[in-house]
């Protein structure tokens, strides 16, 4: 029943405690016999080596359990900046979000990350402050970082009792009952302590006075001195939190086991079913004609797809929510993104690493089949007799930074593209490609940590082990100076000889102007026939310049005289005289080196931005401008692709990870002068 069903995402910063938190949600639903530990690696969340040895999240894992005959489906997102893709794309089948702040360290960047998707997607949120019991843990400050870091509005429902090793249970201001907790998990209620008993009623007030502002009649009431009943205030948080009008705050300890049960009782009580998060929209296949399709069971069945499991055994896991209609145990599907047929057999529940055979799924039901042959994420899947509407996913981040692959072993070459297409159907967030001008297989990520755990798990599925190096730079080289030359191919064999004389004239272009070939043989020197052999010479030439053999761009070369041989001229010989026009040109015309510029965003607290600025001049990077977004400053700046190849991992050293940017390609610029000599002498030397 999609009433006493919730959709939650546990999502924040890494370290903040989300897997700890959905390991005692499993606990205290009896689900499992012990609390999984991530220090210990026994937890059922985080399962995968990669994630066992770095002790933290790098895919999103689901659970579904039930708490007070409800059913609630949880997801275990990532917080590392490596992986906050996969965080991005599986929000998008949550009906709402607890973010998870840690009560020492308060709102960190991936927290305000999260919480940006949260928005873009309409979730209601819920905050839950956790690690009261460590030390320096500080509930207030905690609660104001939250106040001046999101929107909608943090409002306090929870206050804690006690602090860091004395803290030991929780205030709920709704009902205004203290729970202290043994350590057994389950809140023993008690009298409001004294000491704290004002902050209480403080915290009370300010609670009714926002919850009220949500409903205009609770409001009217409120000001002219009616008290307000508990279950007044808790259906006007419901619908403040279902509008986004306001984000509750909740507190705990994860690891001690308090508070959690609350939090699960919250979920029930207050976070929406899918009834009630409401409609998807989508669109007409091959249309932008609006659909809009209802959580009804009796309508046709459309679901997306929002993750993908790649297994060298079990083969592709395919991930979706159903939006409307209903899912029998097996059948037929139509995949309406890529307009193919699917047919599954089994029809699984995702708990942790298993999955368990269902029988059936209705609308907001979170479920996985097995070995479909086309659909990967993003896809939108429907009855296969109603091909009826496309759902938009969501993008995944942009890569940040690449690494060349090579084969470790001979003749792994091409069981590498193959095992990593698989990979790259699990992570979208990874891109896989082959520069032709430098002829490396480029594998490009979020981070250095997402790219080496996926070449773990290369290995460790399929066997394919590989080697890291940074990418070669693809320069390339231009023309400074107006020439004109004579190519001249003539060769005398046995019989036919080989002769081919053409005169051009080479200049240079505007930068990303490209090649240009002007015909301009006039009375018939050299015949039409001929003249495209020399362009194609030309082109030939120029994929390896003068100066280190990178492709020369930006010049136009002016064909004007020549002559032929009645007998000895052909295609070929004007193509050799072509191509040696072109490389004595290129020696005359002062030849330089181009290297590509990258137009680079940086985004960063305030505190770090000398470094920063510094940073990217040290790498001859040029500010373009600043700009302010909230509490973060936004750099501009343009540099060269050479300077910024490690610039993840350098960032996040120079900010503590609190650092974010992106880099798209801009330009071709040339390279100084004493530069361009090492990077010369640099190539010759690698190819001697």
Request: aromatic share 8%; hydrophobic share 40%.
């Amino acid at each position: 029943m999609a009433e006493k069903l919730r959709n939650i995402a546990l999502a924040a910063h890494s370290g903040a405690g989300k897997t700890s938190l959905a390991e005692v949600m499993l606990y205290n639903a009896g689900v499992t016999t012990r609390i999984g530990r991530v220090e210990e690696g026994n937890t059922v969340m985080d399962f995968e080596p990669e994630e066992l040895s770095r002790q933290s999240s790098i895919s999103t894992a689901f659970h579904q359990f039930s708490w007070n005959k409800h059913t609630l489906n949880i997801m275990d997102t990532p917080g590392d900046q490596n992986f906050i893709s996969d965080t991005k794309l599986c929000l998008q089948a949550a009906d709402s979000i607890i973010t998870v702040v840690d009560a020492i360290d308060g709102v960190k960047v991936q927290t305000e990350q999260v919480w940006d998707f949260a928005e873009s997607y309409d979730l209601p949120c819920v905050l839950f402050i956790n690690k009261l019991d460590r030390e320096r843990a500080d509930f207030n400050r905690a609660f104001q970082d939250t106040q001046q870091s999101f929107t909608p509005k943090p409002i306090m429902v929870q206050m804690p009792i006690g602090a860091e090793a004395d803290f030991k249970g929780v205030v709920d201001l709704i009902g205004m009952k203290a729970y202290a907790y043994d350590g057994k998990g389950k809140g023993t209620p008690i009298d409001i302590p004294a000491d704290i008993a004002d902050a209480v009623e403080a915290e009370r007030e300010a609670l009714i006075e926002n919850v009220a502002e949500a409903d205009d009649a609770l409001i009217e009431k409120y000001l002219e001195g009616e008290e307000l009943s508990d279950e007044e205030i808790q259906d006007a948080l419901r619908q403040g939190i279902l509008d986004r009008v306001f984000a509750p705050v909740l507190c705990g300890s994860a690891s001690a086991n308090i508070g959690v049960d609350l939090l699960m009782d919250f979920v029930v009580n207050c976070l929406p079913n899918p009834l009630q998060k409401g409609r998807y929209v989508g669109h007409v296949p091959g249309k932008e004609d609006e659909v809009i399709c209802e959580p009804d069971p009796a309508a046709p069945f459309a679901g997306f797809v929002f993750k993908t499991v790649a297994d060298p055994y079990a083969g592709r896991l395919t991930i979706f929510r159903v939006v409307s209609g209903s899912l029998g145990k097996d059948g037929n599907i139509y995949n309406t993104t890529k307009d193919a047929k699917e047919r599954f057999s089994q029809l699984l529940s995702i708990a942790g690493k298993e999955q368990k055979p269902i029988t059936a799924a209705s609308p907001g039901a979170i479920v996985a089949v097995a070995k479909l042959k086309e659909t990967t994420t993003g896809d939108t899947i429907t009855d296969d007799s109603k091909k009826h509407v496309v759902f938009n996913c969501a993008e995944p981040m942009p890569t940040l930074i690449s690494y060349a692959m090579t084969a470790k072993s001979k003749g792994d070459e091409d069981k590498i593209y193959s095992s990593m297409v698989k990979l790259l159907e699990e992570d979208p967030g990874l891109k896989l490609d082959r520069n032709q001008e430098t002829k490396e297989i480029l594998l490009s990520g979020l981070g250095q940590v997402h790219i080496e755990s996926t070449i773990e798990k290369l290995k460790r599925k399929f066997g394919v082990e590989v080697l890291l190096n940074l990418p070669k730079v693809p320069y390339r080289e231009t023309l400074k100076k107006k020439v004109r030359v004579q190519g001249k191919h003539k060769k005398q064999t046995g019989g036919h000889g080989q002769y081919g004389d053409c005169w051009i004239q080479v200049e240079p272009k505007p930068r990303g102007t490209g090649f240009e070939f002007v015909d301009a043989i006039v009375g018939g020197v050299i015949p039409k026939t001929y003249i495209p052999a020399v362009e194609k010479g030309v082109l030939e030439a120029c994929d390896k310049g003068v100066l280190a053999g990178f492709p020369c761009v930006d010049f136009k070369v002016t064909l004007d005289d020549g002559s032929f041989h009645a007998v000895d001229s052909s295609e070929m010989a004007f193509k050799i005289a072509g191509s040696l026009a072109f490389k004595k040109a290129a020696e005359q015309a002062k030849p330089v080196l181009l290297e590509p510029i990258m137009k680079v965003t940086v985004t960063t607290p305030d505190e770090f931005m000398g470094d920063i600025m510094g940073d990217l001049n040290g790498r001859r990077g040029r500010v373009l401008g600043m700009d302010t977004e909230g509490k973060y400053q936004v750099i501009n700046a343009e540099v060269p692709l050479a300077e910024f190849l490690t610039y993840a991992p350098d960032l996040r050293s120079m900010t503590g990870g609190r650092g974010m940017y992106t880099m798209t390609f801009s330009h071709y610029d040339e390279v100084p002068a004493q530069l361009s000599e090492k990077i010369v002498e640099a190539v010759k030397a690698e190819a001697d």
